[in-house]
Every structure is written in C-alpha cells, then in structure tokens.
C-alpha cells in the first residue's frame, strides 16, 4: 500500500486492474487504518478517472452478497448524497411513490454519512429491520412492491473502511460508488450525482452496462432535481438541461427543502409527504424525482405521462400503502 500512496503522491492514476486490487485488499484487512484514511484522502483532493472508479466498482461488486431479484425487473433510486443541502429524504420517499405506481424497487441505501439521515436511518427510526436474507427480500418486493438493501449487509468487506468514512465526516470516493454497487444489479438506476463531471463519469460508464439510466444533477448542487434552478439529466440516448417550469413544477427556493436536522425532524417530514400533508414544495420535489424514475423504467412514457404516474401513486396513497406495508412485512 506504501507504493500505491507513493505513486498517488507523485499525481500518478492508477489503472482499472490496479484500483479493483487496492479495494479488495483494504476489503481483506490488508491495509491500516492510517493508509486507509489516506488513500480516501487523496480522492477528496483530485478528480478521480474513469479508469478508478470502475475498478472500484468493480470489486465492490466483485465482493458483495448478490442477490438476484431480476424476475422483478427493479428499479434503484440513489443518490451519491454529498451534496452537503441537508435536504429531507427526496430518493427514499420517491421510490415509495415509484413502488405506488406499480415498479418494482430495489432501493440501495445507508446511514447518513455528510448528512444528519440518510436513507438506513429513516428506514430504521419507523422500525424497518435490514436484512440480506433473499426470500424475505422477494416476499417485500412482490408484496409491498419495494425491498430496501441496507448497503453494510451486502457489502460486508466494506467493514474495515465504514468506521473511518464515520469519523471522517465528508464525502468520499464511497459516496460516488453507493448508486453503481446496488447487489441486485437493477437493469433500471435513476442516480443523482453532486457535480457535472461525476455525471459525466457516470455517463461514460453506464453507457458500457446495458442499463436503463437516467442521471440527474441540479446546476446549483444538489444530487437531485431540487426544483430550485436548472438541472442536467443524462439518459441512454440523450444529454438536455431543463427547468422545474417544463416539467410543469414551481422553482424553489433551498429552505423550502430542508430536512430539519435531525431524524426526527425528517420522519415528521417524511410521513406528511406520504400522507399528503406536507408543503407543496416537498409535494412536487419528490414528484418531480419519482416521476424521472418512472421515465426510466417505462421508457415509452413521456416525463410528463411519468409524472402524472407518480402524482396519481402519491395522491391515491398507494405509496403510502406501499410503505406500511413493507414495515408490516418487515416486523413479521
């Protein structure tokens, strides 16, 4: 690992081959926690290549517990988280509203690490309990129409390197791995990145998978369509910049999608989204999102059809019936 670091040091990249070895032997219990810390280090402070982040990815998948569920055809919605907005948890209450309107969801998350709760610890507060157990998994996603897949269950290689992420406290090249190592290995990701040249990488290496994808980053930060300005979406086919009044939305202002800063606060939050007593701005954030996620999986659709989906599922309440019903198939 001293030679890896040494060659980083001197503003060297490494090759996808070279990368994939790296992570499989911080993954083994290979390499200290001082050099751990370091080599995530040098990603905080230069750009990663394409060539690194496959390799990368690749052993995160290589190392994971993969758990088939392509009968299903899902979806995941993950965002890199990263952005540092603290907004509420847009991706999670999209895939309710996404699992509401009748596509399966295989959502891929963890525990808040730049943010007060990511999407494990909104699942974990109301009571859902993580599991990489298949058959439990298959019974949610048939039934409820969404399983989630707490990410330190499906990667469990990942140990040796969680504690230092927590006391790290900032992003990490891990946060722009989260979307791509999903363990059921969807057909269908809608990824929401926190700046244009991961994008751009993402783009790149998507295109190579055979996936359905569309990858969203608004122009002023955030990791999703915040509806406060102008937000890029790249898709198999096409790159187009576009503006919350195209999509039929009103443009937002940051305040109006904060999360509260605390769990507690974001459960409130959460709940009055899916019981439909939340702000109108939170009200069309998750649409706007839940709706693309739909364009993904339905490609036949337009983004205007997808969005009328997705406000039928929220409004009708089929996604908050999607989300008690999995807590209810999660404490059984």
């Given amino acids: 690992m ?25 993954a083994q219990g290979k390499v200290n926690n001082s050099q751990i810390a370091s080599f995530l280090t040098v990603y905080m402070m230069r750009s ?27 979806i995941d919605l993950c965002g890199t988280g990263g952005d540092g907005k603290d907004t509420f948890n847009v991706s999670t209450l999209a895939s309710f509203v996404v699992a509401g309107a009748g596509v399966k969801v295989a959502k891929h998350g963890n525990y808040g690490v730049s943010s007060a709760c990511g999407s494990s610890n909104m699942m974990e507060h109301f009571g859902y309990k993580f599991t990489n157990d298949k058959s439990i998994l298959e019974k949610q996603i048939e039934i409820a129409g969404i399983c989630i897949m707490h990410a330190p269950l499906f990667h469990p290689a990942m140990k040796h390197v969680a504690p230092i992420r927590k006391d790290l406290g900032v992003k990490t090249f891990f946060n722009m791995l989260g979307p791509m190592v999903n363990p059921a290995f969807p057909k269908n990701q809608l990824v929401g990145v926190f700046n244009l040249e991961l994008a751009r990488l993402y783009g790149y ?100 059809d997808a969005i009328v989906e997705a406000k039928e599922s929220l409004e009708s309440k089929k996604a908050l019936n999607a989300f008690n019903k999995l807590l209810e198939l999660s404490k059984n």
Avoid: W
Avoid at 2 to 26: F, G, M, S
Avoid at 50 to 74: H, I, Q, W
């Fill in 205 to 304: 290496l998507y295109q190579k998978t055979g996936k359905h994808f569309v990858i969203l980053h608004s122009l002023d930060g955030y990791d999703e369509i915040s509806l406060t300005g102008a937000f890029k979406m790249v898709g198999n086919v096409k790159e187009q910049i576009l503006m919350p009044e195209e999509l039929g939305f009103d443009r937002l202002n940051q305040q109006e999608l904060a999360s509260g800063g605390t769990i507690e606060e974001s459960a409130r939050i959460f709940k009055k989204v899916l019981e439909g007593n939340s702000t109108k701005a939170q009200k069309q954030v998750v649409l706007a999102n839940a709706g693309l996620a739909i364009y993904c999986a339905k490609p036949e659709l337009s983004i205007a």
């Fill in 48 to 74: 990663i290549t394409v060539e690194e982040l496959e390799g990368f990815r690749d052993a995160m998948l290589d190392l994971c517990v993969a758990t088939d569920l392509s009968k299903y055809n899902p």
């Fill in 2 to 26: 001293k030679d890896i670091l040494n060659l980083l040091l001197e503003h060297k990249t490494l090759p996808k081959d070279l990368a994939r070895q790296v992570l499989i032997e911080i």
